[in-house]
């Protein structure tokens, strides 16, 4: 079975540039969610979605992060623009149901502000 | 969800049993303990979870104590890929499957 997968692995980018994250999640799997996960600490959610719809985006800072699932199947995480703190490694998870006990994280996206 | 308290960091000798422990002296009747691990430069992968008794699989044991209050992770026989950040989470099993970490164990499993 095919993991989740992300792209790119790694992005540098000036402060106020933009910058969009790509996530497939395993096949079938209904919910996805998006977590930052800064130097030294654990992942913090962002997004999360049942398909196609967002169950919870309450820690996403609407300002500048965005983020979409179309199709219920791949989505982008976007951030515009880019501030120095938003350097961190951002995860892409997904569950088969919103209830499955387990999450099924990619490899991430190292992301570098300058 | 509860909060949960683990040691920054710990050791272990290859080949022995790894012990980490989780303060979780909050939790509710609804929640589960969850372990997850996250080896350098992947993302977290899950490990084991466990609501009162005591459970066990290919990766590893989690021994709940009878109030709750705090449970043991155990890996049986170390080996130096499961140096890793362990992360243990109090959760209610519906609430939306959202996991919050905390800043987990780092295991150093030496030669």
């Known amino acids: 079975e095919a993991g989740v997968a992300q792209s790119p692995r790694y992005k540098i980018i000036e402060k106020r540039q933009s910058v969009a994250f790509w996530c497939n999640p395993i096949s079938g799997h209904a919910t996805l969610y998006w977590y930052q996960q800064i130097l030294g600490q654990g992942p913090k959610l962002l997004i999360q979605?049942?398909?196609?719809?967002?169950?919870?985006d309450s820690q996403l800072p609407k300002d500048r992060f965005s983020a979409e699932r179309l199709k219920g199947v791949d989505s982008t995480l976007k951030i515009q623009p880019a501030k120095l703190e938003d350097s961190a490694v951002y995860l892409c998870?997904?569950?088969?149901?919103?209830?499955?006990?387990?999450?099924?994280f990619g490899p991430g996206t190292r992301l570098t502000v300058t | 969800d509860a909060k949960t308290t683990q040691p920054p960091s710990m050791d272990c000798a290859e080949g022995r049993a790894a012990n980490l422990p989780c303060n979780h002296s909050t939790i509710s009747g609804n929640e589960y303990v969850y372990w997850y691990r996250q080896i350098h430069s992947q993302g977290p992968q899950y490990i084991i979870h466990g609501l009162k008794n005591n459970e066990t699989n290919e990766m590893a044991s989690l021994i709940i104590t009878e109030d709750r209050k705090s449970s043991t992770l155990i890996l049986p026989h170390a080996t130096l890929r499961d140096t890793a950040v362990y992360y243990c989470i109090v959760r209610v099993s519906n609430a939306g499957n959202m996991l919050t970490f905390g800043g987990g164990t780092r295991l150093m499993v030496k030669p």
């Open positions: 998870a997904s569950s088969l149901e919103r209830v499955s006990y387990e999450q099924y």
């Open positions: 979605f049942q398909n196609n719809g967002v169950v919870d």
